[in-house]
């Protein structure tokens, strides 16, 4: 009655003549993108659009199914047995009171054991984005004010460069610079920049106190990064200084890492909380513009003018039990860095140094958009095992069978990220990063709309741009529980640096700072980026 060959009889021929189907199906019709090879074009079949979908549900949840039919072959075996060939049965399996002591004390072990191995859940309690005044807002009239004012006689070429670029490169009217840069001509000065980082980094702070009700001196981590800031003290000490911090606090510095300097920060958090369960931890992501606007006139250097441009954000993270259902907004899933620094075309596509006469500035390579994309491409081999559904890897695999084994002249297959994620905030580098991102990912325009919002309402804000994003989608109300976040951020070196988290309760308030008096606004119309 439950002998093997019985059960592999009734189990396996209906389900794997199923699967096998599928398969062939799949891996005739549902074939790797761009395949060099003409073939019928089955985008518009609705028949090929519900095998899809077959074919989904069924490898994604093969194993649960097929212990359903398990489970389900051997509950009607029971119920066509009498009762005196079940109880036969369970006599014959010999077991006693001691065994059935000692196989739950070893089943409880072995479950007290994996769970202690199981690294802390990092908890995304709230965070907060720093919004300029109105005084501060810096418009194209402006840029081109300033540039006025560096160039002029035979540099007439790049001032027309630039302004179309200003015009074209989808900025807002609303973006904002330090008072420094206002001035006429522009003074950048060490006591500006201190004044700067101040208003930026303590109003991103404020923020954060009133929205998550934590006091400063229940903060164990602080970890503050910008891009580029020569201050002495640090700015980590100006914060604990101002807030007056337990002198017991771990405060660290992250200079130079670019615009991934808020995931590597987290990434860095991480590890310190696992180590130390119960500590709090912030982290503040600033760009400061005041030193590093360029008052020079290299083509090349004057391009991260018309990119950047100031803000902050500050996030609170803790493995804390007490978030853990209800109180935390996010949960950390996974964090993948890439880095190709080894390479120097990736190593000096992003250089800060002096012009020909001495003026310092960001020089940005021609192969910056080919390095991104190759660092993207090792980031993407990373994360995909941890992210896709078995779908996907599936196909992934049958296509680099067909191309490495049977020589097929198909192209590699790029997973089906849209799969893995609900939400996806791609560092707002500027609309030719975006582009390239939504083109290698083939993402719909709603998918990249709150990177191309963030970079039209505040413009690159280097690292904090991510957390613009994700207030956007809040403030749009779209993010809900279990929802599956992306972000990707991209620094110099050069770095890939993905983040994946989970929505832990659905985000059901009204839009705060810094989306308030806007969020109505958006998706507005964008202009191509000028070539």
Not at 57 to 67: P, Q, R, T, Y
Not at 338 to 351: M, P
Not at 416 to 430: N, T, W, Y
Request: glycine share 4%; aromatic share 12%.
């Amino acid at each position: 009655m439950f002998s093997r060959q019985s059960l592999y009889i009734r189990l396996f021929p209906s389900h794997l003549h199923i699967l096998i189907l599928f398969i062939y199906l799949a891996f005739r019709f549902y074939t790797p993108r761009d395949i060099s090879t003409t073939m019928p074009d089955f985008s518009s079949c609705v028949k090929l659009k519900y095998l899809k979908l077959g074919y989904q549900i069924l490898v994604n949840h093969f194993v649960a199914s097929v212990l359903i039919t398990i489970l389900v072959y051997i509950l009607s075996e029971v119920l066509r047995s009498s009762p005196h060939e079940i109880v036969a049965f369970w006599n014959c399996l010999h077991f006693d009171l001691v065994q059935i002591l000692w196989s739950s004390f070893l089943f409880i072990f072995i479950s007290t054991l994996y769970n202690m191995s199981k690294p802390q859940t990092v908890y995304l309690v709230d965070f907060a984005c720093y919004k300029a005044p109105a005084e501060l807002c810096f418009s194209i009239r402006d840029y081109v004010e300033r540039v006025k004012l560096i160039m002029s006689g035979p540099e007439n070429k790049n001032l027309d460069f630039l302004l179309r670029v200003s015009e074209r490169i989808g900025l807002g009217e609303r973006t904002c610079m330090p008072p420094a840069i206002h001035l006429n001509p522009p003074n950048p000065t060490m006591k500006a920049l201190r004044e700067e980082a101040e208003m930026v980094i303590f109003s991103a702070m404020d923020s954060l106190f009133q929205k998550s009700g934590l006091n400063p001196r229940d903060i164990n981590v602080l970890v503050v990064n910008c891009s580029i800031c020569f201050s002495t003290p640090s700015l980590s000490a100006m914060v604990i200084n101002k807030y007056k911090m337990n002198a017991s606090i771990k405060s660290f510095n992250i200079l130079g890492m670019g615009c991934s300097g808020s995931l590597i920060s987290i990434d860095l958090v991480r590890q310190l909380l696992q180590a130390h369960p119960s500590y709090n931890a912030v982290v503040v992501s600033a760009e400061l513009m005041t030193t590093i606007f360029y008052r020079g006139k290299e083509r090349s250097m004057l391009v991260p003018n018309c990119l950047f441009r100031m803000g902050g954000a500050a996030i609170f993270l803790s493995t804390r039990n007490s978030f853990c259902n209800v109180g935390a907004k996010y949960r950390l899933l996974h964090l993948v860095r890439t880095h190709t620094a080894g390479d120097d075309k990736s190593h000096n596509c992003v250089y800060v140094k002096e012009d020909p006469e001495g003026v310092l500035g960001i020089w940005l390579s021609k192969d910056l958009l080919a390095v991104a994309g190759e660092a993207l491409k090792l980031n993407l081999t990373s994360l995909g095992p941890l992210v896709l559904p078995a779908s996907e890897r599936f196909l992934y695999m049958l296509n680099f069978i067909a191309r490495r084994i049977f020589h097929l002249r198909w192209k590699p297959y790029i997973p089906d990220f849209k799969q893995a994620f609900k939400h996806f905030c791609i560092h707002a580098g500027g609309p030719a990063v975006i582009d390239g991102v939504q083109d290698t990912l083939q993402l719909s325009k709603e998918q990249v709309e709150a990177s191309r919002s963030a970079f039209h309402r505040f413009g690159n804000t280097s690292s904090s741009s991510l957390w613009y994003e994700m207030s956007y989608i809040e403030a749009k109300g779209r993010m809900n529980k279990g929802d599956r976040i992306w972000q990707i951020a991209f620094g110099s070196g050069y770095k890939c640096f993905s983040a994946v988290w989970e929505c832990n309760e659905t985000v059901k308030f009204p839009p705060t700072e810094p989306w308030l008096d806007c969020i109505d606004n958006y998706p507005t119309c964008i202009p191509q980026v000028a070539k």
